[in-house]
Nanobody, 123 residues
Framework: VQLQASGGGLVQPGGSLILSCAVS????????MGWYRQAPGKQRELVAT???????NYADSVKGRYTISRDNAKNTVHLQMNSLKPDDTAVYYC??????????????????WGQGTQVTVSS
């Protein structure tokens, strides 16, 4: 199983970015998906999560600015980030609570993480 995040970069304050995360592998089900971030010297924190049915949850710091969405047919999750602030600067990680078949054909259920993508908000 692999989670591949993309879309990070450098943006000016007030700008926008879209992050995407694609899940690949022998997946049989994906339940909740989410985005977390970790700024230098700080702990990783939740940004947003979304259930398989589309119910979203956001950290207070991003409510009204970020929108999480997912495409269940493509096993992808996206994060639309608007009105970005310097405090949003961090490495953003996607994760997914999923089930997959391992090399032995057994079902495994676990939370998997992507590699992280850097978002820098600076003028």
């Amino acid at each position: 199983v692999q989670l591949q995040a993309s879309g990070g970069g450098l943006v000016q304050p007030g700008g926008s970015l879209i992050l995407s995360c694609a899940v690949s592998g022998s997946i049989f089900s994906i339940w909740a998906m989410g985005w977390y971030r970790q700024a230098p010297g700080k702990q990783r924190e939740l940004v947003a999560t979304i259930t398989s049915g589309g119910t979203a949850n956001y950290a207070d710091s991003v409510k009204g600015r970020y929108t999480i969405s997912r495409d269940n047919a493509k096993n992808t999750v996206h994060l639309q980030m608007n009105s970005l602030k310097p405090d949003d600067t961090a490495v953003y990680y996607c994760n997914a609570d999923l089930g997959y078949y391992n090399n032995g054909g057994e079902q495994v259920v676990e939370i998997c993480w992507g590699q992280g993508t850097q978002v820098t908000v600076s003028s």
